[in-house]
């Protein structure tokens, strides 16, 4: 018995090591492109053995982009910024929007609660190419045609529904009992919101969030049409690197680390809240 | 009258949960629902403390009605039968809740939180979360939240239902003292006949959404108002057998394995109807064969319960009778007996409704003078 | 002198590795004669499920061995060892009704189908699940599922039967009763059964012998009687019995005449030295500090005795629970009559010393019991 549990652990390693290899392989190939040039890269068979080289990042940085031919501008960093200023503050809304939403839908049942949820949800599954052309059009009509208002309301069919159908389930797991006696202890219901509901839903309002930032930065089809290239996202803004004498896959290597760092950074840090959400038992009491 | 709550109804969708209820209770006295699992307590309380409203019926606190009053504005204190501490907060958080809600200051609520953590014996663990505590801990917290507030009307959902069998015995015994100190007016509910009888200055008891009798301990354990309720209260459960009173020379009688029982004269008018005798295990007793009016029976097994000793046996007729007697008293193990029934503490129900068959028993006058 | 229908020899589980991982059960060791009821008692967690499930065989046996009517069967599955089980969790077979639940393992056995449905028909009625033969497990009360559950695991025929908390869902009003029928059932066929529960009204009402466990060790194995009357030690003697055994801790001391008792608040109980023999009253004086133990029946109101005054009185119909201050603590005692007492008034107790417990309040170990005190 002893023995078979040595052998059952080597096997889980083993398997372990290669879904992780698997996964991890091509964002690690990325990584090593991000520093080779492009004739590194390009040759046969490829390898992994290179003269490592920032200048792609550098030119990232500096804007300038030394093509074979030419020199091209490009705005990647501020590409960059407008993915965290987009991501940020449309999640920023979905939150204060969602979770009082997500909260009434999952404690109060009004009449017709389950429908408008439903209703809510299913702007998920309707595609975006779809309601895109009738959305630009009145975006022009009323001036939010490249606007960070406009996107960030068009971001919104993607961030809330998915806040709202999360978050709401964690405040269903939150036991009536909790907050009555919370009630029946004198606090009204704003107070028993933000000290009892809040704080329990919160591993899964941090899961909402860190999602919604997700998706809202992977978004691409909205700010491809609404954006025009001051207020694009780096999604859009990687087209640049397609260039009419070539691609550069040295800098669209390094243009993907550096935008995935802050999902991942952030990734990180709320794995934390995560597993201690799950691990809390929270609510069980 | 402290708390009343007149003709409450309630449904959930078809399901009618409550059917009319009216209950009071006057300042300072205990009323304990009883009644089993789903017959409607639990949500009879969260109608009193606001936090669900009926559809119809008026429930007043110290003669205010509360029809659209919040919960918080009630003066109520509640412990759930789940404890429902908040998982968040520390022990000492939990209990202050209350002393938060009603602005007190920083000194005056450690002290209020100090001396009921002194009373229910939880003082070291105030600092701990409620994951870190114990079940015993846990209920005396909930207990303590439910107090601190000192709450004109104090509502405790079978507060002992989730604790060991050895804490409860100990809570039942300490619990009564500690909620009379509090001079609130309490709701106590529970599924225990045991915990009933020794909390309550009235029982009510509660079934199918109606209260089918309130009465002091002793009224409903001498005179159950139908054999639901007589079998709810009593271990062993009282013994049913189906009986026709008869009429004979020194009054009415009813025959049990061919041995008449008398019954008292005021069951003249029920001669040939059809009824249902209950006989609690301890109106029955063993007996020389010698003794006149005794019952053969076989014992089949016998076994301790709680300091008495039950014996199952079966009359020659294969009726199942169930016979307790204080521990340690001589009885036979197996075999071959005799018992004599102690016919003043038959109780006569009728067999159609199963209501008691009001009649003066010994026992029923017993009732009455406590 | 009967067989021995189950034997445990030295059993120890480990949940993870031996050794390392959790130890859940103890070294645990017991004969159980043919014909007998023993309960295995303690609170969650304290290894009695894990026991019961080892010698079902669904948990493989660390250490140590088990033999079922002197075969060794811990190597073999579960169905090799003829053992019949009811599961705490009913685990009745959905699709199928509740009368072919309970005949399922007869008719397998190729008995004839008149014998079965007979034989369903009759523990049914024991069982006071008659009416609902023709339902679906899921259409039943979880009260009527767990006598189902026993109903299958009862009229099948094994060497040993293994019930799981048989009665815990079971509504009140039927325990009693269903004990009484099951127990009978049980002895008239000589069956030999092992039951698992936490309740100790229930290990005493159907046990011929109970296996007292705490923290995977057991902790006495003797029948309902002798645990009464001589637990082995304070976690025995207060787990089981109900109300609970009063302790009280005391300082002991010896004079001319007496051999004292001073209890926390000050009081003594002064007992004649001639009532405890020499080498157990050197014993006590050894320890100093000892806890003493008291039965609720065995103290009585008395005219001379020690002070105590009135907690509580509360009648429960046929037995009334009284608690006193005693010795900085609450006394217990009970009468089966009713008490006309109330909160306040002073009662006067006599504590007999034959049915004085004593224990080492280190250890837990008793050192003696009333009965063995003279002599």
Known sequence: MHKASVLERTLRGIALTLVIFFFMFPIFWIFLMSFQTNETILRVPPSMIFEP????????????????????????????????????????????????????????????????????????????????????????????????????????????????????????DIPSDIEYAHRIAGHGFWSTFTKIALPLAGPGIAAAGLLAFIFAWNNFIFALVLASADKQPVTVGALAFITASGINYGQIAAGIMLSIAPTFALALYAQRYLVEGLSLGAVKG | MSLSLTDIRKSFKDDTVLDGVSLEVPTGKTLVLFGPSGAGKTVLLRLIAGVIEPDAGVVEIAGRNMSGVEPEDRGIGMAFQNFALFPHMSALDNIASPLTAQKQSKSAIQSGVQSLARLLKIEHVLGHKPKELSNGQKQRTALARALAGKPEVLLLDDPLRNVDAKLRFEMRLELPRLIKDQNATVIYVTQDYKEAMAFGDEIAVINDGRIQQIGTPEQVYLTPANTDIARLFGDPVINLLE???????????????????????????????????????????????????????????????????????????????????????????????HMVINASAALLFDRATGELIQGTTDAQAQGKVA | MSETKLRISNIDKFYGAIDHGVHAVKNVSMDVEDGDIVALLGSSGCGKTSTLRMIAGFEEVSRGSISIAGREVHMLPPVKRNVAMAFEGYSLYPTVTVRDNIAFA??????????????VEQIAAMLEISDILDRYPSFISGGQQQRASLARALIREADLYLLDEPMGQLEPQLRTLLRGRIKFYIKERGLTAILVTHDQTEANALADKIAVMEDGELQQF?????????????????????????????????????????????????????????????????????????????????????QAR??????????????????????????????????????????????????????????????????
């Not at chain 1, 009738?134 to 009509?141: C, D, H, R, V, W």
């Not at chain 3, 397998?108 to 079965?116: D, N």
């Not at chain 3, 004079?255 to 405890?276: H, I, N, T, Y």
């Open chain 3, 106 to 119: 007869l008719k397998s056995s190729g008995k004839p189908a008149a014998e079965v449905a007979g034989k």
């Open chain 3, 310 to 375: 009135v907690l509580a009185n509360q009648w429960l119909g046929d037995q009334s629970h009284i608690a006193a201050e005693f010795a900085g603590g609450a006394l217990v005692l009970v009468e089966h009559d009713r008490a006309a007492l109330s909160e306040g008034d002073a009662i006067t107790v006599h504590l007999d010393p034959s049915d004085l417990h004593i224990f080492d309040p280190a250890s837990g170990v008793a050192v003696s019991h009333g009965a063995s005190l003279a002599g």
């Open chain 3, 222 to 306: 003797a029948s309902p009687d002798e645990i009464k009357e001589a637990p082995a030690n304070l976690f025995t003697g207060t787990f089981v019995g109900e109300p609970p055994m009063n302790v009280f801790p005391a300082k002991a001391r010896s004079s001319d005449q007496a051999l004292v008792f001073d209890l926390q608040d000050g009081s003594e109980l002064s007992f004649p030295r001639s009532v405890f023999a020499r080498d157990l009253h050197d014993r006590i004086m050894a320890l100093q500090s000892v806890m003493l133990g008291v039965r609720p029946y065995a103290v009585q109101r008395s005219e001379t005795g020690a």
């Open chain 1, 53 to 172: 080289t920032l200048t792609n990042y550098r030119s990232l940085i500096s804007g300038t982009l030394e093509g074979s031919t030419a020199t091209l501008e490009i705005r990647f960093m501020s590409n960059l910024y407008n993915s965290l200023f987009l991501s940020v503050t449309s999640v920023t809304v979905g939150l204060l929007l969602g979770v009082p939403a997500a909260y009434a839908f999952a404690k109060l049942k009004f009449r017709g609660s389950e429908d408008i949820a439903f209703t809510l949800l299913s702007f998920r599954f309707a595609p975006p190419l779809l309601v895109l052309l009738p959305l630009t059009i009145y975006f022009q009509k009323i001036g939010l045609a490249d606007t960070y208002l406009g996107l960030i309301w068009v971001y919104q069919l993607i961030v809330l529904p998915l806040i709202l159908w999360i978050v709401r389930g964690y405040f269903e």
């Open chain 2, 243 to 337: 009986v026709t009173p008869q009429m004979g020379a020194s009054g009415p009688f009813v025959a049990v394995s061919d041995q008449p029982v008398p019954l008292p004269a005021s069951h003249s008018g029920d001669i040939d109807r059809p009824c249902i005798l209950g006989l609690r295990p301890e109106a029955l007793s063993f007996a020389s064969p010698e003794t006149p009016g005794t019952i053969p029976m076989t014992v089949e097994t016998e076994a301790p319960l709680n300091e008495k000793t039950v014996t199952l046996a079966v009359t020659a007729r294969g009726r199942e009778i169930m016979l307790s007697r204080p521990a340690g008293t001589p009885g036979p193990r197996s075999g071959p007996a």
